[in-house]
């Protein structure tokens, strides 16, 4: 069943792809087993990441992307796309509404697009825990850019960057002052904005108050915000004093008309290139492995000391560190250090 | 942390706007714990079919008031199996005659909710046939 399916994926048949996907959601060892098969064919994809604001009109955005990406346009060549659209599971059933193919009307019956919707599942950086391995499927599948359009996300959500190459931070007039605008967060990982509903009242001064933001942005070397840490790009290898650092354009945007579309697919297809030209693209490849790895390590490492723990002995611990007689730490290293801890996988 | 959701689509095929059934279906199995991929109105049977795929849903809901159901329903679920989504189960709501229900089951419409269906009803029915 893993080989047909792999070989559907490679294929790009597009029912392999939906249950590769279903079963990545689901976590189980023949989605490992499958990731682990396609991992080679993957890394050829553009992954454009698109956030914002609740009711920014994300959806409609990439709609308008993945049509104009699908034509082609002098130089650039016409492209397949994939796109994962993510909404937020309700806390207290756990279900979800998914609603973002509403928006996204105009792409069906293209067999050039294939759209997944997805539920965050208790994720809170504006993904879901899949997401990377699903940009990979559709990347394996032959998709030339995935679209992952994130959780209506605020401050805080910013996992986006490291899941894409590009990220396109769509703001709209009129949310907050100028305030709001120089806080840590959001606006930290954008490689392109998009002030979308520029036909309202006060895209004008939203557009400025993001140029102001970047002014004061401007003079230290570029950072992004990984794994909740602060990198500097400008310390890494391929980056010299020569080549210059990338300053996130500003596009109006009236995503509804379909205006300012232009603009924007130029600017993602330009910072693209950018990433390609200053060897950006293989250290953001190399630090998106390092953090994988680390998290894939976590988790196994985990699994593997449960496996190895008597159910009674951890609750015991665990109440010893609630009464206060035993402290996390401690309870942690003694589970760790357990000598029956032979590692059978 | 992940685990096993049911996915449903919940579609509204020809040309009636009214959506309100579906909605309040689309939150009841939400309630529930399914994953509601929802498409609005003004479906034609093909995005259906190419959403159902692409989504690889267990359930496909289908609301219709228009009357159309005996000319859409068929086309909807042989285009379902036409891309191999041979277990999928279609269900359907809004306005349809009793008399019409042995023939939607017939064709593979296995459940059909008229209006006032409890949607706890809804839910056991869809739990039951997909586990």
């Given at each position: ?6 070989a559907g994926?490679?294929?790009g048949q597009?029912r ?6 279903t079963?990545v ?5 023949e989605?490992?087993a499958?990731l ?7 890394g050829r ?9 609740p009711?920014?009109?994300k959806s409609?955005?990439?709609?308008d992307l993945?049509l ?7 130089g650039?060549?016409p492209r397949?796309v ?12 756990g ?12 792409l069906?019956?293209?067999p050039?697009i294939?759209i997944?919707?997805?539920a965050s599942r208790g ?10 391995d699903t940009?990979?499927v559709l990347?394996a ?5 995935v679209f992952v359009?994130?959780v209506g996300?605020g401050?805080?959500e910013?996992?986006i960057?490291?899941t894409a190459?590009?990220?396109v ?9 100028d305030?709001?605008?120089?806080k840590a967060?959001?606006l ?7 002030v979308n509903k520029?036909?309202?009242e ?5 557009v400025?108050?993001?140029?102001m933001?970047l002014?004061?942005n401007s ?8 794994h909740?840490r602060?990198?500097q790009?400008?310390?890494t ?7 210059p650092a990338?300053?996130?354009?500003i596009?109006k ?6 205006e300012?579309?232009d603009?924007l697919?130029?600017a ?6 950018y990433?390609?030209?200053?060897g ?5 490849e190399?630090e998106?492995a390092?953090?994988?790895l680390e998290?894939?390590?976590q988790?196994e ?5 449960l496996a190895?723990?008597?159910g ?5 611990l665990?109440?010893?560190?609630a009464r206060?007689e035993l402290d ?11 000598p029956n801890?032979?590692?059978k996988? | 942390m992940?685990d ?8 509204k095929?020809?040309l ?7 909605k309040?279906i ?6 529930a ?6 498409t609005g109105?003004?479906?034609t049977?093909e995005?259906?079919?190419?959403a159902?795929l692409?989504?690889d849903?267990d359930?496909?809901g ?11 329903f068929?086309?909807?679920?042989g285009?379902l ?6 277990d999928?189960?279609?269900v359907?709501?809004g306005?349809?005659p009793?008399?019409d ?8 419409v ?8 409890p949607t706890?009803?809804i839910v056991d029915f869809?739990?039951e046939?997909?586990?």
């Amino acid at each position: 069943m893993t080989d047909e399916l792999v070989a559907g994926i490679l294929a790009g048949q597009r029912r392999a792809i939906a249950r590769a996907i279903t079963l990545v959601e689901n976590d189980g060892s023949e989605a490992q087993a499958i990731l682990a098969a396609i991992h080679s064919h993957t890394g050829r994809a553009h992954v454009v990441g698109v956030t914002g604001p609740p009711g920014s009109g994300k959806s409609t955005l990439v709609n308008d992307l993945a049509l104009s990406f699908r034509r082609g346009s002098a130089g650039h060549p016409p492209r397949t796309v994939g796109i994962i659209a993510i909404d937020p599971t309700s806390p207290f059933s756990g279900g979800a509404i998914l609603g973002d193919r509403i928006r996204m009307r105009d792409l069906a019956g293209d067999p050039g697009i294939f759209i997944r919707s997805m539920a965050s599942r208790g994720s809170l950086g504006g993904l879901a825990w899949a997401t990377a391995d699903t940009v990979r499927v559709l990347d394996a599948g032959g998709y030339d850019l995935v679209f992952v359009e994130t959780v209506g996300a605020g401050q805080a959500e910013v996992d986006i960057a490291r899941t894409a190459h590009t990220t396109v931070v769509v703001e709209v007039p009129g949310l907050g002052d100028d305030i709001q605008a120089i806080k840590a967060g959001i606006l930290e990982i954008a490689d392109v904005f998009a002030v979308n509903k520029a036909d309202h009242e006060g895209a004008d001064h939203a557009v400025q108050v993001l140029q102001m933001m970047l002014d004061l942005n401007s003079s230290g070397p570029q950072a992004v915000m990984h794994h909740g840490r602060l990198m500097q790009v400008a310390a890494t290898a391929g980056q010299t004093a020569s080549t210059p650092a990338w300053r996130p354009p500003i596009h109006k945007t009236v995503a509804t008309r379909g205006e300012g579309i232009d603009g924007l697919v130029e600017a993602i297809v330009a910072h693209r290139a950018y990433l390609e030209q200053t060897g950006n693209l293989v250290w953001r490849e190399r630090e998106r492995a390092a953090s994988e790895l680390e998290t894939i390590i976590q988790q196994e490492a985990l699994h593997r000391v449960l496996a190895h723990t008597d159910g009674r002995q951890l609750a015991g611990l665990i109440d010893q560190i609630a009464r206060r007689e035993l402290d996390p730490y401690a309870a942690s290293q003694l589970l760790l250090n357990q000598p029956n801890q032979a590692y059978k996988g | 942390m992940p685990d096993k959701k049911i996915r449903v689509l919940i579609a509204k095929p020809g040309l009636d706007g009214h959506d309100r059934g579906a909605k309040v279906i689309a939150r009841a199995l939400r309630d529930a714990g399914m994953e509601v991929i929802y498409t609005g109105i003004r479906q034609t049977p093909e995005m259906i079919a190419e959403a159902a795929l692409q989504e690889d849903v267990d359930v496909v809901g289908l609301s219709i008031l228009s009357g159309a159901h005996m000319a859409l329903f068929p086309r909807i679920v042989g285009l379902l199996r036409e891309n191999g989504l041979d277990d999928v189960l279609v269900v359907a709501g809004g306005i349809i005659p009793d008399e019409d229900v042995p023939a939607l089951n017939e064709m593979g419409v296995e459940g059909v909710f008229g209006p006032g269906t409890p949607t706890d009803e809804i839910v056991d029915f869809i739990r039951e046939q997909v586990s």
